[in-house]
């Protein structure tokens, strides 16, 4: 058995395995490149728009390449003040924390809330395309700040199939066994997920499992379900709470270990179950991922991180999830892990899309300015948009990522408002492909609060979001954003709307945190 002790590992934290369908399906596969996600010209601030000049060059638009079948793309004038763009990111971690933290009765750290992650909790209605690629939807709706709108997003990939071919898996998972995880809804959650999932998974699926605390152990190498399924739940059986916590010396284990059973076609991911406290060794997620880079490019290992524990290193959690081309998820109960390890993440293990990036072109004619809402750490620089080296995100089936702006147009404003295009690479052939989608002026709803149902979800999301980010005390920053009370009366009235078990919770939480402020 292998064993790392406390000599300055490669340590992280991303925990248990994504979202179930995100863990095994990654995010961002190419090129080594993690840290020019924040090297974006577009800096996430509220962005002017300025006209374009008169006359016959000032048309506004340019021709931006080409799309599948010959047609040109139908972008914005390529100046940065003009384009958003952003990889495609499906993490969820966010919301379900701030929900545990909300049922503890504590308002979640401002730092700890992504917005995205919480729009990105939601099921969505968008149109799915038949085969690998996107979907886009851009719609929106005017807000009650006069000439702000929020403009959303949407982007779906094929429905995923359960009973569906689909490459055989190799996991490795690294589970976090220091003296921490002995508490309630840690470890032995663990436990009973990845048990669970055992019996899930197919025979010709295999499984690997590194533990950690002062030291890292292999107590599995890569073994395959069929015949050894007794073999695997013994070893999960045996996982016990310890001492320190050297998350490091776990995830440089995790990866040398899944090198070792590196399957040829099969889909290898290093998935880490931790509550992200890291103590010893290596405790930065840019010094823990130098020591695993080679594992990552070479071989195309990714990291899904799934959080636990109330005490929860969100932030270490975050960042080796989007450097290590990775996903993040938190479990906070039985429910929640078993929807992660025994229903998503087996129909999950294919990819549909490498790479994938969105760029947003808006309109100088009918825009005035424009934000982003959240996707911080996943800007990518404009030119960037269309080079293939630049990382983008790995999205699997049964996947929808949305992104809302906040938009201001211009008085009067008629005709085209924007361009969204997806660009993705083939996951077996890496060749490119694009899908665009438009929003004219005319085609945004007259109030947020009375758009389609699952427009005015995601608004109230974000505007839930946007609230804890301003520590519940005041109205957040967003258009038209109302104040905690009045968004958690809209809450409950559209979850009775409609009828959604999510959007119910949504309320909940809400309300929870109108009574804490």
């Not at 071989?299 to 109330?310: E, M, N, P, Q, R």
């Not at 109960?333 to 992660?340: F, G, H, L, Q, S």
């Not at 009375?450 to 839930?464: G, M």
Request: with cysteine.
């Amino acid at each position: 058995m292998k064993r790392h002790g406390t000599r300055r590992p490669a340590g992280g934290l991303v925990a248990l395995g994504a979202a179930c369908g995100l863990l095994l399906t990654g995010c961002s596969g190419g090129g080594d490149s993690g840290a020019h996600k924040s090297d974006a010209s577009y800096d996430g601030g509220t962005h002017d728009v300025p006209r374009p000049p008169a006359g016959p060059e000032g048309s506004g638009r340019y021709e931006g390449g080409e799309r599948e079948g010959g047609q040109e793309s139908r972008d914005v004038a390529p100046e940065p003040d003009h384009l958003s763009t952003f990889a495609l990111d499906v993490d969820t971690a966010s919301y379900g924390y701030a929900r545990r933290t909300l049922d503890e009765g504590r308002l979640p750290g401002p730092s700890t809330v992504r917005p995205e992650e919480f729009v990105n909790s939601f099921r969505q209605d968008y149109p799915r395309p038949d085969g690998d690629g996107f979907t886009v939807t851009v719609d929106g709706a005017r807000t009650d700040e006069e000439g702000w709108s929020l403009v959303r997003v949407g982007l779906a990939t094929r429905t995923a199939d359960a009973d569906g071919e689909r490459p055989p898996a190799a996991l490795t998972f690294v589970v976090d066994v220091s003296g921490s995880m002995g508490e309630p809804g840690r470890l032995d959650l663990a436990r009973e997920a990845l048990g669970t999932m055992t019996d899930r998974l197919r025979d010709d699926d295999s499984v690997a499992l590194v533990t950690f605390s002062g030291e890292s152990e292999t107590v599995l190498p890569m073994t395959r379900l069929d015949g050894n399924r007794g073999e695997i739940h013994d070893a999960i059986d045996s996982l016990e709470p310890t001492d320190s916590t050297n998350l490091g010396a776990g995830v440089e284990t995790g990866y040398e270990t899944a090198v070792e059973g590196l399957r040829k076609g099969a889909t290898n991911r290093v998935v880490l179950v931790s509550d992200a406290l890291a103590n010893t060794g290596e405790t930065e997620a840019g010094a823990i991922l130098e020591r695993i880079s080679e594992s990552r490019r070479e071989h195309g290992i990714t990291l899904f991180g799934v959080g636990v524990g109330s005490d929860y290193g969100d932030a270490l959690m975050e960042q080796l999830a989007d450097r290590g081309d990775g996903h993040t998820v938190y479990v906070s109960d039985e429910e929640d892990a078993r929807e992660v390890f025994c229903e998503e993440l087996p129909r999950n293990i294919e990819l549909t899309a490498r790479d994938a990036k969105a760029q947003v072109a808006f309109d100088p004619e009918t825009v005035a300015e424009f934000r982003l809402v959240g996707y911080d750490n996943r800007r990518v620089a404009d030119d960037d948009f269309r080079d293939d080296r630049v990382d983008g995100g790995e999205v699997g089936p049964g996947h929808t990522v949305t992104a809302l702006y906040a938009v201001r147009t211009r008085p009067g404003a008629e005709g085209h408002l924007a361009t969204a295009t997806v660009r993705w690479l083939d996951p077996d052939s890496r060749t490119p492909h694009e899908e665009t989608g438009d929003l004219e002026a005319d085609g945004l709803a007259e109030s947020v609060w009375r758009a389609r149902p699952r427009l005015t979800v995601t608004a109230t999301a974000a505007y839930f979001a946007d609230a804890l980010r301003a520590d519940g005390h005041r109205e957040g920053s967003l258009p038209g954003a109302p104040g905690l009370g009045e968004l958690s009366e809209r809450a409950e009235s559209l979850a009775a709307r409609t009828e959604d078990a999510d959007v119910r919770e949504l309320a909940e939480a809400i309300r929870t945190a109108d009574g804490l402020d």
